[in-house]
Every structure is written in structure tokens, then in C-alpha cells.
């Protein structure tokens, strides 16, 4: 009984890090791509869309690395 809730529990902090790292990647994108289109379009940065984008990603960062060390 506790090899398979070991298990279970190893197979759901394996998914819920790669779905981190997955939402960090894709917001890093998503500001980046934002970032181009705001610039080419309108001559500005988008400065508060940018920093609460990359602070999205921060996040799911950090959310992966304590899921890899285990808090």
C-alpha cells in the first residue's frame, strides 16, 4: 500500500513539474510575442503587460522548483 501511494504520489509531482515548466515556457512566449506586436504596432513597451507576464512565469518557475525539492 505505501510502494503504490508512493508511486501515485511521484507520478502527480512528475506531471505537476512538467505542467510548470510547460506554463513558464509559454508566458515567457506570450510576453515576448506581445512584446513585438505592441512595439511594431504602436512605438511603446508594454511595460506592466511585460512585467505581470514574466512574473506568471516567475511563478510556474518557482512552483516546479519546490515540486523538484520537495516542499
Do not use: C, F
Request: positive net charge.
Amino acid at each position: 500500500m505505501k510502494a503504490a501511494t508512493t508511486l501515485i504520489k511521484a507520478i502527480s509531482n512528475a506531471v505537476l513539474k512538467r505542467y510548470h515548466r510547460q506554463m513558464a515556457i509559454w508566458y515567457r512566449k506570450a510576453a515576448a510575442a506581445h512584446a513585438d506586436i505592441v512595439i511594431h504596432a504602436q512605438h511603446r513597451v508594454p511595460t506592466e503587460t511585460l512585467r505581470m507576464l514574466r512574473g506568471k512565469a516567475q511563478m510556474h518557475s518557482q512552483a516546479a522548483s519546490a515540486i523538484r525539492v520537495g516542499e
